[in-house]
């Protein structure tokens, strides 16, 4: 039978398996079991019509010994402290396989923003951003787009945090989040980012096991910035999507789906229920679909006791954070289906925030080209890393990438030292 266990408790088992394996170090074991800070802040907003609402947000922040926090704001109603720490927590270990100057943080508010306008969210945000005060900042924790963020949350926040500052500071301030409009400092190649980076990973994975992408087919879960760009970026390699699920329903069309129309489906109806063509199935049906790649690209805790048995692919491609769980985990493993871990697939999101900060710190514009020809060398060179890792060692792809970013870390504090 199936105990649940916390997103927070999934992350310290891997780490500790992980930690055990390689014998990393007792002191810095200590020290990465626990995050550097987490702030909870309780905050008013005051909205057009008169009414006040207390809201709660978090930002924790896991490691800097790599350098600055950084990590994504997440509007949910399920944010809660335990989450915001997990996702934290796999930053750091996600920026250290990308061999990134940055370390992990994780923050969010509790709030269903759909049950809110947009000059209401604009408030929140801004009130959020204000209680946050120093916690943020361009060389110290920079946020990004996380589950129901986007760029014109990041410009608010960025809004914000300037107008706390003096304005001599403010023109070279604009590094305090990534993710941010084009025109205020964001990146080209950052929406798609994370997309392109999952899709990267799949190519040299199929590329790695002699695989014809244009013969595959595989079923997605979460049809947003990630799912979406994942799913536009395989249209042209030939893969076909045979069934989506997201927060409105599952659809399944086994002569493939085309992921621009399906784009354009949800941009007008918010969710993926409905799209003329797909006939609608049921939880376990999507997640029964025969196809060779599964791709989760929505919440934490997806693949779990009860859907691991039913999954009917070769391989997993963690797009989201944490799909996971250990016992979702564990039944993949008996049943022989590899899982390629978030921490190495999703990395593309904060290695372009990485360019992101570069350019806003040099006054530099670069071209989709570099960013994207950056972003494929970055990902093709921690993907080998961790394949030849787990090899060496003959251990999974999880173990293999925990392995990498530990090693790294362990380094560093051998470096440094532990003051005083
Ligand atoms: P998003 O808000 O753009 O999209 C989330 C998607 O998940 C939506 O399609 C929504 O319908 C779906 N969803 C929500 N609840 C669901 C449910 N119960 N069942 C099925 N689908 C559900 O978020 P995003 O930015 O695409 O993030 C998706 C995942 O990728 C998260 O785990 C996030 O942490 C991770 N991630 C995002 C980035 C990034 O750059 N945005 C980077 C790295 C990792």
Not at 151 to 156: F, H, L, R, V, Y
Not at 351 to 359: A, F, M
Request: net charge negative; glycine share 8%.
């Amino acid at each position: 039978m199936s105990t649940k266990i916390s997103v927070y408790e999934n992350v310290t088992e891997q780490f500790n398996r992980a930690a055990d394996l390689m014998h990393l170090d007792p002191d810095v074991r200590k020290i990465l079991e626990k995050p550097v800070n987490e702030v909870t802040v309780n905050f008013p907003v005051k909205f057009q019509d008169g009414k006040v609402e207390v809201f709660t947000g978090y930002r924790v922040q896991h490691s800097n010994v790599l350098g600055p926090f950084k990590g994504g704001l997440r509007f949910h109603p399920r944010v809660n402290i335990d989450e915001v720490r997990a996702l934290a927590t796999w930053m750091t270990w996600k920026t250290s396989i990308a061999d990134l100057p940055l370390g992990g943080a994780k923050g969010g508010i509790q709030i269903d923003p759909s049950k809110y306008s947009q000059q209401s969210l604009e408030r929140i945000t801004r009130r959020f951003t204000f209680a946050l005060g120093n916690t943020i900042g361009p060389d110290y924790d920079i946020p990004a787009p996380d589950v129901n963020t986007n760029p014109q949350i990041m410009a608010w926040i960025l809004d914000t945090y300037l107008s706390t500052i003096p304005p001599q500071e403010r023109q070279r301030s604009y590094h305090v989040v990534t993710g941010k409009p084009i025109e205020l400092g964001g990146s080209l190649g950052r929406d798609k980012a994370t997309g392109q980076g999952v899709v990267f990973v799949i190519q040299e994975w199929a590329r790695d096991c002699h695989i014809d992408l244009s013969e595959t087919t595989y079923t997605l879960q979460g049809y947003g910035n990630v799912g979406s760009w994942t799913a536009r970026l395989m249209a042209p390699l030939g893969s076909r999507l045979l069934a989506v699920q997201d927060h409105t329903g599952s659809i399944a069309d086994g002569r493939g789906i085309d992921p621009e129309a399906l784009q354009q489906w949800v941009r007008e109806h918010g969710g993926v229920a409905g799209y003329p063509g797909s006939r609608p199935v049921t939880n376990d049906e999507f997640f029964a679909t025969q196809a060779d790649i599964f791709i989760p690209a929505a919440l934490e805790n997806q693949i779990t006791a009860e859907t691991a048995p039913l999954l009917n692919v070769r391989t997993v491609i963690e797009a989201a954070n944490g799909p996971t769980d250990l016992e979702g985990d564990a039944i993949l493993k008996r049943r022989g289906i590899e899982v390629l871990p978030d921490i190495l697939c999703n990395a593309g999101g904060v290695i372009v925030s990485y360019y992101e900060w570069l350019q806003n710190k040099r006054s530099e514009l670069w071209e989709l080209e570099e960013v994207d020809s950056k972003l494929h060398k970055r990902m093709i060179s921690a993907y080998n890393r961790v394949r030849d890792t787990s090899r060496e060692l003959n251990v999974d792809w999880r173990m293999g990438a925990y392995i990498v970013a530990l090693r790294r870390i362990e380094k560093v504090y051998m470096d440094r030292g532990i003051f005083p």
